[in-house]
């Protein structure tokens, strides 16, 4: 694991990787397995929103891997 994303993890369960996916972290792999289910419902949640209302509104980005 590249120590860019080892930096992070100690701060966040779950990474956003570009042009990748999302990587998490847990206890155990259900925990971990968790996270990524909580990543798919907030964009199925905005991607709705953005075409409800024609405004797309792009999450601030931390860091571009």
């Given at each position: 694991m590249p120590e860019?994303?080892?930096?992070f993890l100690r701060e966040f369960d779950a990474l956003?990787?570009?042009?990748?996916?999302a990587m998490t972290v847990g206890r155990d792999v259900t925990?971990?397995?968790t996270e990524?289910?909580?990543i798919r419902c907030f964009h199925r949640?905005?991607?709705?929103?953005?075409?409800?209302?024609?405004?797309?509104?792009h999450a601030p980005t931390i860091v571009a891997l």
């Open positions: 860019a994303i080892r930096d956003l990787l570009s042009r990748h996916s925990d971990a397995y990524v289910q909580s949640g905005a991607i709705y929103c953005a075409l409800k209302t024609g405004v797309i509104n």
